[in-house]
């Protein structure tokens, strides 16, 4: 999308340089779940972009009540356990229309922990159970600031319940990450697909 002016977008009209950041998603990189321990992205996070979006599509847990969760590591470790803070909330819909809330889920965010993020709880295994959603990291590369991050997540919970989850927060590092990995916290990612985009 391109500067509005009385309804002219002027890069389309050349009255700006072309190299001027428009905020287009480049798709970098996707991989595909096939009963996998994890799916990791292990190159591509680099100071190229700013920001990254990771969109998970159709991830269904091969064990039930399964969290869905990720982290990050930097330089080629794989360890993936950089300390984090962060907040998880959850809006909760039953099936039968018999119970609805908002609220707040202090079981699942991390005070300077390094434990793997929870982005989708308790999962359904069923077979048309699956979570979709999205992790947006915010300046991995930068070496003077934390790296932000939040998440939006789609799916039903075991006991027939619609949830909407969202978990933020930051990496408290000044090191530059350079991968991420999703995983689930019991049985593998039986199947799904998750995309990772650069943001301009």
């Known amino acids: 999308m391109g500067v509005i002016s009385n309804g002219t977008t002027l890069l389309d009209a050349g ?6 950041a428009t905020g287009s998603m480049t798709l970098l990189s996707t991989s595909t779940a096939s009963s996998s ?21 159709d991830i269904h847990p091969q064990t039930d009540t399964a969290n869905f969760s ?16 962060s907040t998880f909330f959850q809006a909760i819909h039953a099936e039968g229309d018999g119970s609805e809330e908002v609220s707040y889920n202090s079981g699942n965010e991390l ?12 999962a359904n295994a069923d077979a048309d ?41 930051y990496f408290n590092t000044t090191t530059a990450l350079t991968r991420v990995r999703f995983k689930m916290s019991s049985g593998n990612i039986d199947a799904g697909t998750i995309k990772m985009y650069g943001i301009k």
Not at 41 to 48: R, V
């Open 15 to 20: 009255a700006l340089d072309s190299g001027i």
């Open 37 to 57: 321990a994890t799916i990791d992205f292990t190159s591509g996070i680099n100071s190229t972009y700013k920001e990254y979006i990771f969109k998970y599509t």
């Open 70 to 85: 990720f982290q990050t590591d930097i330089g080629t470790d794989t360890n993936y356990n950089v300390t984090c803070t």
């Open 111 to 122: 005070g300077q922990a390094d434990d793997f993020q929870i982005i989708a709880e308790n």
């Open 129 to 169: 159970g699956c979570i979709a959603g999205f992790l947006h990291l915010y300046e991995p590369s930068n070496t003077s600031k934390v790296k932000h991050f939040n998440t939006n997540s789609e799916y039903n919970q075991a006991g027939n319940l619609c949830m909407n989850v969202r978990a933020a927060g």
